[in-house]
């Protein structure tokens, strides 16, 4: 299955070396282990190839996308090629799956926009 872009986040401008400011949001952001194991591979994976403080700033992106959903959950639209559930952002280079309900935003997965997404790759 191919996802085409829904919903592009673009993080504001930001100053180097500056962190990001957070979004507010109500729900508690939750990280299913397979997307914390994303994480951790496109950290390592950016610190290696453009230094450790642009995998920072890659992550604050794709963190920052998370409290987006988080705090408007409707913005985002839901993905019924994937669940019915699953609300889709695409971050830079990668799509985010995510879900949320009255008090959880939950990152399910974090893969390259070029990763056949199936099933599978989901752990739907």
Same mark, same amino acid.
């Given at each position: ?5 829904? !919903?592009? !986040?673009?993080? =504001? ?6 962190? &990001?400011?957070? +979004? ?8 299913? &282990? ?8 496109? !950290? $390592?994976?950016?610190?290696?190839? !453009? ?14 996308? *998370?409290?987006? +959903?988080?705090?408007? &959950?409707? $913005?985002?639209?839901?993905? =019924?090629?994937?669940?019915?559930? +699953?609300?889709?952002? *695409?971050?830079? =280079?990668? @799509? ?11 990152? @399910?997965? *974090? ?5 056949? @997404? ?7």
């Amino acid at each position: 299955m191919v996802l085409r872009p829904i !919903w592009t !986040w673009k993080p =504001s401008n930001r100053k180097h070396g500056r962190r &990001p400011a957070s +979004v507010n949001h109500k729900r508690r952001i939750i990280r299913l &282990p397979k997307a914390e194991e994303d994480l951790i591979n496109i !950290w $390592q994976f950016s610190a290696e190839k !453009w230094g450790e403080a642009k995998a920072d700033e890659y992550l604050d992106d794709i963190n920052l996308a *998370v409290m987006a +959903v988080a705090a408007n &959950p409707e $913005q985002f639209p839901l993905s =019924s090629e994937i669940g019915p559930t +699953v609300r889709i952002v *695409v971050c830079n =280079s990668h @799509i985010l799956l995510t879900r949320t309900d009255d008090d959880t935003a939950t990152l @399910i997965r *974090v893969l390259h926009q070029r990763m056949q @997404i199936t099933s599978e790759t989901t752990d739907l």
